[in-house]
């Protein structure tokens, strides 16, 4: 199978792993924008966090690209680990929007490391999540353009008529006026 397996990538082009991997290669990882315990770096996100946690993951989910509902299979494996007396650690819809996110924005860690911190601090590695997109999302783009030539947009002059076949009263120059053109009388 190898390097003939493709798959839609975001913007819903073909790619095939040798693309992924080199495209992987080239750039290089980050951390995290902030700790999986840097609740007070942001109040807000850490109050939504604790307060409803579900509805934080729900919108994390969605702002993520998939779909808003997910996390709710996490309460569901919770609710239903606990009636049968099983225990389902790593809830998967934590582990899986944390793997993606890692591998979308090319951020260090490893699949070890997210099944540890969605086992053991869920609701952290939310707020974690919540707050990369909240960088993310104010993170300018900036493209500088630069466009120094100069087109002449005038038209080309046309021989006039002798003066005695104008017009007596000078014509308003919203009549004469082209498209995007100021016409300016003297």
């Not at 007070?40 to 939504?48: K, V």
């Not at 934080?56 to 509902?69: D, K, M, P």
Request: hydrophobic content about 40%.
């Amino acid at each position: 199978m190898g390097s003939d397996v493709t798959w839609l990538n975001e913007s819903n082009y073909l790619v095939s792993v040798a693309e992924v991997q080199h495209t992987m290669a080239e750039k290089p990882l980050t951390d995290w924008d902030s700790g999986l315990l840097d609740c007070f770096e942001d109040a807000s996100t850490c109050c939504y966090g604790f307060w409803c946690g579900p509805c934080l993951a729900c919108t994390v989910a969605g702002r993520f690209g998939e779909n808003s509902c997910l996390p709710l299979c996490d309460t569901c494996c919770f609710i239903t680990s606990r009636y049968f007396c099983v225990p389902i650690f790593p809830l998967p819809a934590v582990l899986s929007v944390r793997a993606a996110m890692r591998n979308r924005y090319g951020i260090k860690g490893s699949l070890c490391k997210d099944i540890a911190i969605s086992s053991c601090c869920c609701t952290c590695s939310w707020c974690q999540m919540h707050r990369e997109l909240k960088h993310r999302k104010q993170a300018p783009t900036v493209v500088n353009i630069q466009n120094n030539n100069i087109v002449n947009m005038q038209p080309v002059p046309v021989m006039q008529a002798p003066m005695m076949m104008m017009p007596s009263q000078p014509v308003p120059a919203a009549y004469m006026a082209q498209p995007a053109v100021t016409v300016v009388s003297q």
